[in-house]
T-cell receptor, first 112, second 115 residues
């Protein structure tokens, strides 16, 4: 399995506070992704990166920003957390060359 | 945006039974993937399908890429208790460029296996 870790694994935060989730991969994968998982919706793409400093929006990007300053790290920031952002967040990485995305173990975020 | 309709939403079966689930879409996909998620874990890839009509097996699992490229199914034969989990289909519209890996997921099928 790809070495991909997320931190923290669990977080409770208050409405209006900024939150940053970290994804770290040791596979030198070019592509990295942030998804959120909610009941009845499967996984939905928030943002993705196709290289260092190269990022783009997914289908549910409002309220989120990302940064990728190194190949191995992809950060997801909630600028001002809202209760609707309570979810389980998954990071994934892949290479274009015939590999599909490997997922991290997820971060459960609760906004109170 | 694109949507995948996955069914059934949940299944309760006895150990040893066969299982079938499917995904349909109004859009064409060039790749279909099937993932399994165990509680507290991230999804793990089970089978990847890259050609319309392709039929691929992985142990007791068999998946097919529909001819129209708008559907896919997953079969599990002779289910065992460790098959319990959530199964997701996922589709990708193209395999190149900066959008590689952008997946559209179905809602998931929750599988429960009674011993």
């Amino acid at each position: 399995d790809a070495g991909i870790t997320q931190s923290p694994r669990h977080k409770v935060t208050e409405t209006g506070t900024p939150v940053t989730l970290r994804c770290h991969q040791t596979e030198n994968h070019r592509y990295m992704y942030w998804y959120r998982q909610d009941p009845g919706h499967g996984l939905r793409l928030i943002h993705y990166s196709y290289g260092v400093k190269d990022t783009d929006k997914g289908e549910v990007s409002d309220g989120y920003s990302v940064s990728r300053s190194k190949t191995e790290d992809f950060l997801l920031t909630l600028e001002s957390a809202t209760s609707s952002q309570t979810s389980v967040y998954f990071c994934a990485s892949s290479n274009r060359e015939n590999t599909e995305a490997f997922f991290g173990q997820g971060t459960r975020l609760t906004v109170v | 945006g694109q949507q995948l309709n996955q069914s059934p939403q949940s299944m309760f079966i006895q150990e040893g039974e066969d299982v079938s689930m499917n995904c349909t879409s109004s859009s064409i996909f060039n790749t279909w993937l099937w993932y399994k998620q165990d509680p507290g874990e991230g999804p793990v890839l089970l089978i990847a399908l890259y050609k319309a009509g392709e039929l691929t097996s992985n142990g007791r699992l068999t998946a097919q890429f529909g001819i129209t490229r708008k559907d896919s199914f997953l079969n599990i034969s002779a289910s065992i208790p460790s098959d319990v989990g959530i199964y997701f289909c996922a589709g990708r519209t193209n395999a190149g460029g900066t959008s590689y890996g952008k997946l559209t997921f179905g809602q998931g099928t929750i599988l429960t296996v009674h011993p």
